[in-house]
């Protein structure tokens, strides 16, 4: 008998709205409805301003949606507290910025093992976790050095080792290689594919084509809407 795939996000009719100050109010995310199953590789796309980070933001338990439901590893999240999404944040995902958001007075090891603190593990046992992440992406004896002292890309595997040091089951990515060249994109897009075999669930956000070409399947978003949502193979721009 087959085991029918694990759903680790579910999104149902989802809206995001922005209330400005004044009364203004931006409607940013229409009735998005999809799920994403265990072990997937997902591209999001889209125009500037369509919606993809306001919607990373959302699934990565940064925010909260307006009205729609949002489930994480069949846990409803949509309503909860700011103490609760922050639980959800240090525990189950972990989440790569473009601009890396690194800590830049930290060493490098400090910067992976961050998200520990918060779970009260010793110093000691916080820097043995983090030589161990810094080993996985591939930057064995870096932990000492500053941010400033290695590369952009080097700067961005620290972001991915600190995304994994709760060994999540999913990862959210919002243009990870948007400040890199394409020689080191592909390097962190390779970084990524291996994590994914592992049986890590990756949700990237990207406007590279080439860098979509490493997800199976592609969401496009248009206006705050999914326009396309299927086998990234299938999808010609
Ligand atoms: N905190 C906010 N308050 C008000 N409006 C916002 C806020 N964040 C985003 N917006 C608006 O929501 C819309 C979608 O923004 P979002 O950042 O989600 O787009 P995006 O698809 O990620 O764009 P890009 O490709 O440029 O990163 C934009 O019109 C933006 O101005
Ligand atoms: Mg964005």
């Given at each position: 008998m087959t085991k029918s795939p694990e759903i680790v996000i579910e999104v149902k009719d989802l809206c995001k709205t922005y209330f400005m100050s004044g009364g203004a109010s931006q409607v940013v995310l229409k009735h998005l409805s999809f799920k994403i199953y265990s072990g997937e590789f997902v591209a999001i796309m889209g125009h500037s301003g369509s919606g993809k980070s306001t919607l990373m933001n959302i699934l990565g338990c940064l925010d909260r949606p307006t009205t729609g439901g949002y489930f994480l590893a069949e846990e409803p999240v949509a309503q909860a507290?700011?103490?609760?999404?922050?639980?959800?944040?240090?525990?189950?995902?972990?989440?790569?910025?473009q601009n890396f958001n690194l800590m830049m007075k930290r060493t490098i090891a400090d910067n992976v093992s961050l998200p520990l603190i918060y779970q009260g593990v010793s110093d000691h046992e916080r820097r043995e976790r983090a030589i161990e992440m810094l080993k996985r992406v591939g930057l064995e004896g870096y932990e000492n050095r500053l941010p400033?002292?290695?590369?952009?890309?080097?700067?961005?595997?620290?972001?991915?080792?600190?995304?994994?040091?709760?060994?999540?089951?999913?990862?959210?990515?919002?243009?990870?290689?948007?400040?890199?060249?394409?020689?080191?994109?592909?390097?962190?897009?390779?970084?990524?594919?291996?994590?994914?075999k592992q049986g890590i669930t990756i949700v990237l956000v990207t406007h590279e084509e080439d860098v979509a070409d490493y997800a199976k399947r592609l969401i496009k978003i248009t206006d705050g809407q999914v326009e396309y949502d299927g086998p990234r193979k299938d999808y010609h721009p």
């Amino acid at each position: 008998m087959t085991k029918s795939p694990e759903i680790v996000i579910e999104v149902k009719d989802l809206c995001k709205t922005y209330f400005m100050s004044g009364g203004a109010s931006q409607v940013v995310l229409k009735h998005l409805s999809f799920k994403i199953y265990s072990g997937e590789f997902v591209a999001i796309m889209g125009h500037s301003g369509s919606g993809k980070s306001t919607l990373m933001n959302i699934l990565g338990c940064l925010d909260r949606p307006t009205t729609g439901g949002y489930f994480l590893a069949e846990e409803p999240v949509a309503q909860a507290t700011d103490a609760e999404l922050a639980d959800i944040r240090g525990s189950k995902i972990g989440f790569v910025f473009q601009n890396f958001n690194l800590m830049m007075k930290r060493t490098i090891a400090d910067n992976v093992s961050l998200p520990l603190i918060y779970q009260g593990v010793s110093d000691h046992e916080r820097r043995e976790r983090a030589i161990e992440m810094l080993k996985r992406v591939g930057l064995e004896g870096y932990e000492n050095r500053l941010p400033t002292q290695i590369s952009g890309g080097m700067q961005q595997r620290v972001a991915i080792a600190r995304a994994l040091i709760n060994n999540p089951k999913i990862i959210f990515a919002d243009e990870p290689t948007g400040n890199l060249d394409t020689r080191t994109s592909d390097e962190i897009m390779n970084l990524f594919a291996d994590l994914n075999k592992q049986g890590i669930t990756i949700v990237l956000v990207t406007h590279e084509e080439d860098v979509a070409d490493y997800a199976k399947r592609l969401i496009k978003i248009t206006d705050g809407q999914v326009e396309y949502d299927g086998p990234r193979k299938d999808y010609h721009p």
